[in-house]
């Protein structure tokens, strides 16, 4: 286990308490997001007052990738191996503690190294977000998720048929009402598929469309003429479809 720590800086009466507690979340979810299995144990291991400064334990491996990683977010600009999108969203949380009232800056610091947290950290973080690898695409299969959090734009997710992976589903609040008469529901869903540049998994889709999916036939398939037509709307062509996943980067 390594020791990672988050200092929050600023005067104590006049920080906003939420600084603490979001910064110390976004913290154990940038741990957490590295961390396949989601299992990890992060302990809470030291408080300081003063300024905040907040320490936790970790596995080693975890520790290593974030201390490393904001190393070649920053000096390399690319997505650091190991990291996600969830990573990536973890960092700008940790960015967007600097708002809060009182607080003055911050850093995270471990293995003997110390990265400031700042909004040019968030800027090179969009920048590699947008990136990642994409296309247009559909995932079938059970729509298991839906979520709709004040922070940040509705999503929901969906188990891939083909891998068994939970894939997000990020969508506008003028799909939500295609979405969640589908709940639990074996469905189709059409867009900007994002993957993940280091293992080629999907790692989101931005929802264009969505469907229920055809009951499974156990006949067999006589041909595939067509199956491609079905992916995208009716009036869609070459040049719009490329037109789209150049407009979502």
């Known amino acids: 286990m390594q020791c990672i720590t988050l200092k929050i800086d600023g005067n104590l009466g006049e920080m906003d308490a939420r600084a603490a507690s979001d910064g110390l979340g976004a913290l154990i979810d940038i741990l957490r997001s590295i961390d396949h299995e989601d299992t990890a144990i992060v302990r ?111 999503h929901g997710r969906i188990r891939d048929e083909s891998t068994g992976a939970s894939v997000r589903i990020d969508l506008a609040n003028d799909l939500v009402s295609k979405v969640l008469p589908l709940l639990d529901k074996r469905v189709i869903v059409r867009g900007i598929v994002r993957y993940d540049p280091w293992t080629g998994a999907i790692d989101r889709i931005l929802l264009r469309g969505i469907e229920p999916a055809p009951v499974l036939s156990k006949s067999p398939v006589s041909s595939g003429v067509g199956i491609l037509k079905s992916l995208f709307p009716p009036d869609a062509d070459s040049v719009s479809l490329i037109r789209e996943v150049r407009d979502a980067q």
């Open 44 to 154: 809470l291991r030291d408080l300081r007052a003063g300024s905040a400064v907040m320490t936790v334990e970790a596995p080693d491996d975890l520790v290593e990738s974030v201390v490393d990683g904001l190393g070649v977010l920053t000096d390399e600009r690319i997505l650091p191996r190991g990291w996600n999108q969830k990573t990536i969203e973890g960092v700008k949380a940790l960015v967007r503690v600097n708002r809060r009232d009182g607080v003055k800056g911050l850093a995270v610091s471990g293995l003997d190294r110390r990265h400031l947290v700042d909004e040019e950290l968030s800027r090179l973080a969009d920048e590699v977000r947008a990136s990642q690898p994409q296309a247009l695409g559909t995932i079938t299969g059970l729509l298991h998720g839906y979520n709709r959090p004040k922070s940040e734009p509705p």
